[in-house]
């Protein structure tokens, strides 16, 4: 809860989001009883009781902050971390169920342990920031069951400064080879009832990523989606999230029933019910804890990617990020179609107006959605798409040429439906036309609840799947932005064709998304919970944003439409991280009456795509986020403001800048009566000079923002 001006507290729309969830769909019966704050009192107060530890390893991060501590208790090993003087975990509970087989879990015995110390540094191709430390103190436990059949596992833990992790290794052993994995056992239980932001993960459509985060205390979560991002009352962070998810099912968390605030892996399933099929010797994703003791320091995030194997591409250069627009907007609005008819938006001549405004405002490429020929009544049911015959009104070839020529490139589209089956038929010769031609970067799309053989999005057969398209793509020099995606867990450190994903409500929710679009606070909450798995395909810089091209006209403040100011569509532009930055609008929105361009526009032209540094300069999560980020490799620096429904001032200094030089801020902030409801246009473009000893004073109106690029005085 924040204050208002009249200084009542108001339920964050987060909470009036989860009510109106909580009226439309019955409440399983753990969360209803979990409505008494006296109960919860009392759940926080029990601890559940636990044998004392026979053995106890302790492993802390080279600068002593993290902790993890191993023991075995009662023949059940345990795990628990500390973040300084914050528990933030108990001991809890690590192990598997198989079926036609025991738990691995319980008569355990240690077999021996081993340290190992690490420390080296490895560089992005592209990313948040150019280069990333991987420092981490390694402890490696081994365990057997003391009786027959005496399987064994061991587990590895990693301390990082910013983080713990651990993994499961599952050696060839006789009583334990080809196995069906009903539940992975991993526990969280949590030190205390910290504040979370979550999205439900079995709720509404089946595993659904794109709904609106809820803030709870963490014990009357329902069973959500990772990352989770946890407030402890010390103001110590902790995000439970994966890496290195590359054969396993995705991992949900679930309250343990009965068990107050402890979570438990809920894997995502195959049809009939397993949620790992595999053969030892096995290893699990990496289970990660990122911790940080102030919410600025949670962003960058850069645990998965350390827990992530080395590229495996040899010339990851042909991944440039870019800013791309295409024929997309058109459909949201309803102004144009996917499939060929008198509207269709996929024709050779609006989709060379389309490349033409790319090269004309520094843009990279142009997406074409609708090019190919299944988009005719009920694509969401039957996805029998095919991916390499165009609508007679495409010309695939001449385009990617024409783009060629201007410098840019085509952005292929390849919308499944869920329709997996009829997609990885078709995968090889789909990825070798559009590498024929000389198509880029491929937007994937999974819309549809389950897939055609009826297995969960995060299931281990999707995630197989996605490791599928991603090699596929990288053979032929291909960059992928999937939509309706598997979790990100740090792929592209191993494939950096793996360049953005969607994976939560974006822009196209203002389209057509319900509760009249997404609400002003919700990219200040994306902030610190989905985009701390990695990059967004957001698709930000909506400039029309009445929405009064749509074909309906211009819309009501309550009807779908971007709940923003136009200085905040900017800002987004370096607040929400991703290599391939979308350009939303259709381009009249970008133009005057007169054709020429908009002001703004030049902020969307200068912006960069690929950073060496990002700094958080001030955040609280669904309030506010204030970032900074240094351009590759150029001395220039964009800082980013977003607020939520309340106009805020923030302070910030601007001590990132190199001490004794000269720049200029060009500043576009929210404009006189700027306001989301009553006109969300206005725009006041400034510039002054700065330097590193500058405090600047953000100001943005309601559901506001300020964009600011900082050159050298000289340029
Ligand atoms: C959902 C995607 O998020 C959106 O960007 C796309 O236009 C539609 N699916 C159609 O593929
Ligand atoms: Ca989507």
Known sequence: MSPSPTGRVRAPASLVAAASLALALPLPPRAARAQSASEIGAQAARPPALPPAETMLRLASPDGRSVVTVELRDGVLHYHVARGATQVLLPSRLGFAFRGAEPLQRGLRLVDSARAERDTTFALPWGEVARVRDHHRELRVRVAEAAAPGRTFAVVFRAFDDGVAFRYELPAQPALGDFAMTDELTEFALAEDPKAWWITATRSMPDRQEQLYTSSPASMADTVHTPLTLQLQSGVQAVIHEADLVDYAGMYLGLVPGGGRTFRTSLARWKDGTAVQGRTPFVTPWRTI????????????????????????????????????????????????????????????????????????????????????????????????????????????????????????????????????????????????????????????????????????????????????????????????????????????????????????????????????????????????????????????????????????????????????????????????????????????????????????????????????????????????????????????????????????????????????AYVAEVYADGPGAHWRDDPQPIAISRRAVTAATRLRIAMAPWGGQAIRIRPAAT
């Open 290 to 661: 990122q911790l940080a003791d102030r919410v600025e320091e949670l962003a960058p995030s850069t645990l998965t990617l350390r827990l992530n194997p080395p590229s495996r591409v040899a010339d990851a250069s042909v991944y440039r990020p870019m800013k791309y627009n295409g024929v997309w907007w058109g459909m949201h609005i309803n102004t144009e179609t996917w499939e060929s008819g008198p509207k269709h938006g996929a024709t050779t001549a609006n989709v060379k107006r389309y490349l033409d405004f790319a090269a004309a405002h520094g843009l990279g490429g142009t997406l074409v959605e609708g090019w190919n020929r299944g988009w005719e009544d009920s694509w969401v049911e039957k996805g029998a798409f095919s991916f390499t015959e165009p609508y007679p009104d495409f010309d695939l070839a001449g385009l990617a040429r024409y783009a060629r020529s201007k410098g840019l490139t085509l952005i292929g589209h390849h919308e499944t439906a869920t329709n997996v089956t009829n997609y990885e038929r078709q995968l090889d010769s789909a990825m070798a036309l559009y590498a024929r031609v000389g198509v880029r970067a491929v937007k994937t799309g999974y819309v549809g609840d389950t897939t055609d053989q009826g297995h969960a999005h995060q299931s281990q057969y999707m995630v197989r799947h996605h490791r599928r398209v991603i090699e596929t793509a990288a053979r032929h020099g291909i960059g992928v932005d999937m939509h309706e995606p598997i979790k990100d867990t740090g792929e592209r450190r191993t494939w950096p064709n793996m360049m953005s994903r969607e994976g939560s409500r974006g822009m196209e929710f203002n389209a057509w998304g319900g509760e009249g679009g997404n609400p002003p606070e919700h990219e200040t909450i994306l902030f610190f919970t989905r985009l701390l798995a990695g990059p967004m395909d957001f698709t930000p810089g909506i400039f029309d944003l009445t929405l009064s091209r749509s074909a309906s006209g211009a819309r009501k403040p309550w009807e779908p439409r971007p709940r923003t100011t136009l200085a905040k569509q900017l800002a987004l532009y370096v607040v929400i991280y991703s290599p391939l930055q979308m350009v939303a609008d259709v381009p009249e929105s970008y133009l005057g009456p007169d054709g020429r361009p908009h002001p703004a526009l030049k902020f969307i032209r200068d912006v960069a795509v690929d950073w060496d540094t990002t700094r958080v300069l001030s955040g609280r999560i669904g309030d506010h986020v204030v970032v900074a980020r240094k351009a590759k490799g150029r001395d220039e620096w964009f800082v980013g403001a977003i607020t939520d429904e309340e106009a805020r001032t923030v302070d910030v200094a601007l001590d990132f800048l190199p001490r004794g030089r």
